[in-house]
């Protein structure tokens, strides 16, 4: 399921870099992810990136878009080639 980030987030900027997909952009007031982009570093890393990096503890998953390691892997694929 891909991943969302909850009011605590301090805007500390740890998060975008790590990014494979570049799902995480600055929001209206914290940062956001876009769910269309992450595969919770499925393809590219064993770990969600950004919440290895997170100091808030912040990066939750997105219960609106539940979606299994295949099909996070396909997500990946095709933002990849």
Excluded: R, W
């Excluded at 570049?22 to 570093?41: M, N, Q, S």
């Excluded at 064993?46 to 998953?61: G, H, R």
């Amino acid at each position: 399921m891909a991943l969302m980030i909850i009011d605590t987030c301090t805007a500390c900027d740890a998060c975008p870099s790590v990014c494979p997909n570049e799902a995480i952009a600055v929001g209206a007031a914290l940062y956001v992810i876009d769910p269309l982009k992450c595969t919770e570093c499925v393809g590219a890393k064993d770990e969600p990136q950004c919440k290895l990096v997170c100091p808030a503890d912040c990066i939750v998953p997105n219960p609106e878009f539940a979606e299994s390691p295949e099909q996070l892997q396909e997500k990946y694929q095709a933002l990849h080639g």
